[in-house]
């Protein structure tokens, strides 16, 4: 097992179409877990959810947010961001990180759709400001 660079932990990110695991607090002080499809942005990770969502409702009452992305095949690795999410209700900004999600996860003939489903009013772009990072590779060797 060794540490990733801060290059690697971005190659990593970004690699494929590797789900994230989002944890959040409810409000009644319980953990919430919840995949996400995500971007990287710089140092930063990008995603988008419902306004209503379990999830968007414990970042805007409470941004502490912790993301772990996982290789689930060997050797097995893993970066773990724990941060702080911030939220945009910004129109231009949602059609702008609905299409760049899109890009990553969906068959190019559906990106369109896609991006203009997810840029609807009530979606929220959440951006996650890492305040400590944890990536190790190659966990089983």
């Known amino acids: 097992m060794k540490e990733m660079t801060a290059e690697e932990r971005k190659a990593f990110l970004a690699h494929g179409t590797r789900t994230g695991k989002l944890a959040t607090v409810r ?13 990287v942005d710089g ?3 990008v995603f988008m959810t419902w306004h209503e969502s379990v999830k968007a ?3 805007l009452r409470d941004g502490r947010t912790t993301l772990v992305v996982d290789e689930e095949a060997f050797p097995y690795s893993f970066v773990m961001v724990e941060g702080t999410a911030t939220v945009s209700h910004d129109a231009e900004s949602r059609r702008h990180w609905a299409r760049r999600i ?7 003939p559906l990106v369109e759709e896609y991006a203009e489903r997810n840029a609807a ?6 951006r996650v400001v890492p305040r400590r990072v944890v990536a190790r590779a190659a966990m089983a060797t």
């Open 27 to 39: 409000a009644d002080g319980s953990p919430h877990a919840s995949p996400v499809w995500f971007v």
């Open 43 to 45: 140092d930063e990770l």
């Open 57 to 59: 409702r414990s970042i």
């Open 102 to 108: 899109a890009e990553r996860y969906v068959p190019p």
């Open 121 to 126: 009013d009530g979606e929220l772009v959440v």
